[in-house]
């Protein structure tokens, strides 16, 4: 005769998950939203990973992978924090991490353009200064014209060089973008500055009078028009150089310029030098 026996024996798990953070990394300086999570093993399965935050336990347990979280740095203190997790399998065996230390930046960097000054003229290449400061540190200032990039600087001092000639003639902005090492910005109010690229001297027109006037002609009307709005002086002297020139013309500042002349006298000639420039 034969009897079934049914023998059964289980074998205790008692070898703990193994865990560790994974991000954030130690010494991080962060703000906004900060992304947490964990490695996990466990030789038999991994039954759920409850994160926490400065040793206090943090939203619910997780059960799934991938094993993470998420923290609001706006919610907390600037400052030093730690994140840390502890894993269990189903054998109520318990893993403990590392405890993970980062710190939390909310401040927002400052920054101004200190050169060129407000309501400066530029021509050509110049240079674009700034400062900026913040409390963790400055990852880079990013200099802006009219709100498009120009370029930027990742060290201090921060300056950039920016050719005037890629914009046009005439008033522009500039700002100053700085960025954190947590990723907090801050972007500086605007400075007003003037283009001026423009180096070609101004060209002449129906010049008047010229050759031969009627005797007796005791003044006339000189008179020219240039292709861009200038304003033109006059002198009897020539080679003087235009700040030198004490006489501008009555009507001028515009395309048509005029003034008047008097004092000729028959079997005279007359001679005057005109320079214009541009406005």
Known sequence: NASDYLINFNIIDTIAPSVSIS?????????????????????VGVAGVQFK?????????????????????ALLPDGNHFVSATARDNAGNVGVSTN???????????SSITFPLKNSV???????????????GIDFVQFESDGLIIASD???????????RTT?????????????????????NPISITADNDFVAPVHSNDSPFGVLASGTASVIMSLDTNENATCKHAATPGMSYPAMFNTFLTTDGL????????LTDGNSYNYYVRCTDS
């Open 154 to 164: 990742n060290s201090s001092p921060y300056s950039i060089l920016w050719d005037s």
């Open 23 to 43: 991000n954030p990394q130690n010494g991080n300086i962060l703000g906004g939203i900060i992304s947490v999570s964990a490695n996990v093993s466990d030789n």
């Open 122 to 136: 530029i021509s050509g290449t110049i240079s674009v200064n700034a400062d900026a400061n913040d409390n963790t």
């Open 168 to 188: 046009t003639n005439g008033l522009h902005s500039l700002t100053s973008f700085a960025k954190d090492l947590a990723g907090n910005t801050f972007r500086s």
């Open 100 to 110: 993970i230390s980062f710190t939390v930046d909310n401040t927002l960097p400052m």
């Open 256 to 263: 048509s310029h005029s003034t008047a002349i008097s004092g």
């Open 53 to 73: 935050l400065d040793d206090a336990a943090f939203g619910p347990e997780d059960a799934t992978p991938p094993f993470q979280t998420a923290i609001d740095a």
